[in-house]
């Protein structure tokens, strides 16, 4: 055997081994060959190469990382629409999506999906919210989990700047859901519970005052503006579920105004931040001593489980 023929044979042992690298290569990461077309500016070719790599793709991440290049392309090509409708139906998919784990992402790209994430978030948050209450008013086993991933959302959303005060009812619900898993058996949590969370406003929860005890010359402080706790009716709906009244102590300056207000008999956390802050907001005729103003400590019962 010449060496020439033996040289030929061995040469083409290794270009059959490259060759079988590469189609491990290609199999390992289907990308590369789309990317490598994006980092040279063949913005076209790439998106040809990407709608072949998602035709065939094997995984839900590579479709995932390719929609995202798609964006990259449509992007710099100045088709903005485009670009932002896919980078909806990423964060839509996938609300926790990040795109700063591709190096590729230029700052511009990187603000243009923090930009639909703040549009596209809070929609994606009532929407899971819906389908969280659902499961949780039918007591499937995954309620739990699906509330706890809309509690995340909510944090994700104040945390960009994607917030409104109709998140902030749904987080009070939400955690509202959550505090009654911990705090009632589950025979206490009635199916009702679904149609009062989207039932019209029912009555707010009756505020009684108790006034101190008081030593002889002392005449309580009488209330001038009380206006009851606005509860968002979902919210409200589930603390009844735990018959348990609401007691505060409400301390009234000279002046009439609330210096303080202290929780002697808690409900809910989510429920008691409304009631503290609604009391804060009381005025009073304040005490009087003789005739004379005074500080006075006022015991006040919400009860939560009036019609």
Not at 133 to 160: F, G, Y
Request: glycine share 4%; net charge negative.
């Amino acid at each position: 055997m010449s060496r020439s023929g033996a040289g030929m044979r061995t040469l083409a042992t290794i270009l059959a081994l490259m060759g079988t690298a590469s189609l491990h290569a290609a199999q390992d990461d289907p990308l590369k060959a789309a990317r490598d077309l994006y980092g040279s500016a063949a913005y076209v070719e790439a998106l040809t190469e990407l709608a072949r790599v998602e035709s065939n793709a094997s995984t839900p991440t590579t479709t995932r990382d390719a929609d995202a290049y798609r964006t990259f392309c449509l992007f710099a090509l100045g088709r903005d629409a485009e670009a932002r409708a896919v980078a909806e139906t990423l964060v839509r998919k996938d609300p926790m999506f990040s795109i700063d784990q591709f190096p590729d992402a230029s700052p511009r790209i990187v603000a243009m999906f923090a930009s639909v994430r703040r549009s596209v978030l809070p929609q994606v948050i009532k929407d899971e919210y819906r389908d969280a209450r659902t499961h949780a008013v039918e007591h499937a086993p995954d309620a739990q989990s699906r509330l706890r991933n809309v509690r995340l959302l909510l944090d994700t959303a104040e945390h960009i700047g994607a917030w409104d005060q109709t998140l902030a009812d749904v987080r009070l619900i939400v955690d509202g859901f959550l505090e009654l898993e911990h705090a009632s058996q589950p025979h206490e949590a009635p199916v009702e519970t679904a149609a009062a969370a989207t039932a019209a406003p029912e009555p707010a929860p009756a505020v009684a005052p108790v006034p101190s005890s008081t030593n002889a010359g002392v005449v309580a402080p009488i209330a001038v503006f009380q206006p009851q706790p606005n509860i968002p009716s979902g919210l409200l709906s589930l603390v009844r579920q735990l018959h348990r009244n609401s007691t505060i102590d409400v301390a009234i300056n000279e002046h009439g105004t609330v210096d303080g207000v202290t929780v002697k008999q808690p409900v809910t956390p989510a429920y008691d931040k409304l009631i503290v802050a609604t009391a804060r907001t009381w005025r009073y005729k304040p005490a009087l001593r003789d005739g004379v103003p005074i500080k006075f400590v006022s015991t006040v019962v919400i009860n939560v489980s009036s019609e």
